[in-house]
């Protein structure tokens, strides 16, 4: 009888540690799947863009690094980036280009393409 008494109280510390362990890492990935539920693919890539804002606001420069892997979908990503800002900042999708992504025939040496632009109000 003590032994059964001594297996029951392991079986229960081994299940709290489990519980313990797994319930945030369910609870952590649910998180990630909802961060990367905002993501858009470009060509089939996903690109993290650097978007630089101007004093003015109004102004911007992107930078779409690893853009060697599909330079269509970075050019395409972007624009996104500059539409997504205009819209949120400003709520037009106008956008005066500089450096137009229709303008990028080339990736840079450090993999990436720029663009420069600017929101019209």
Do not use: Q
């Not at 003590?2 to 649910?30: A, C, E, W, Y």
């Not at 990736?107 to 990436?112: E, G, P, V």
Request: contains cysteine.
């Amino acid at each position: 009888m003590p032994i059964v008494l001594n297996l029951l109280r392991l079986s229960k510390l081994t299940l709290r540690k489990f519980l313990f362990i797994s319930l945030p890492l369910l609870l952590l990935t649910g998180c990630t799947a909802r961060i990367n539920e905002n993501r858009v693919a470009f060509d089939g890539f996903m690109f993290s863009t650097k978007l630089k804002v101007a004093s003015d606001k109004k102004g911007f420069e992107i930078t779409v690094p690893r853009a060697h892997r599909s330079l269509n979908g970075a050019k395409e990503a972007g624009r996104y980036e500059a539409t997504i800002y205009c819209v949120n900042k400003f709520g037009t999708s106008d956008i005066t280009w500089v450096s137009s992504p229709d303008d990028v025939s080339e990736i840079s040496s450090s993999n990436s393409i720029y663009l420069k632009g600017r929101c019209r109000i």
